[in-house]
């Protein structure tokens, strides 16, 4: 049996990599320096929330593959610890076995 933390790093993955699409279409049109919408990369996979973020706070929550980037009060203490903490989105880090797979999900790895 696999273990759910395994599961909802694949969960939080997912949002990750719909969010790395966005990402594709938003840059091409000259918004690099504006805020942009992402989705929620929570666990949740109900969860449809929006995050505004720069482009330059994308990169950083992308520079590691265990981060994600969730609405405030998203995180979950028992999966991830939070690293950065705004008002308008937290970037939380898998952590155990979760970390690894969400690490192995990486697309830009």
Avoid at 7 to 30: K, Y
């Amino acid at each position: 049996m696999e273990p759910p933390d395994h599961r909802l790093a694949r969960n939080e993955a997912l949002f990750r990599a719909v969010n790395e699409t966005v990402l594709t279409l938003e840059l091409p049109n000259g918004h690099e320096g504006s805020m942009h919408d992402f989705f929620c990369e929570c666990a949740d996979v109900e969860c449809t929330i929006r995050v505004k973020l720069t482009h330059s706070e994308y990169e950083t929550a992308r520079s590691e593959g265990r981060r994600f980037i969730v609405a405030c009060g998203h995180q979950r203490n028992d999966i991830e610890r939070v690293v950065l903490e705004n008002d308008r989105f937290l970037l939380v880090e898998k952590t155990g076995g979760g970390g690894d797979e969400a690490a192995k999900l990486d697309p830009r790895k």
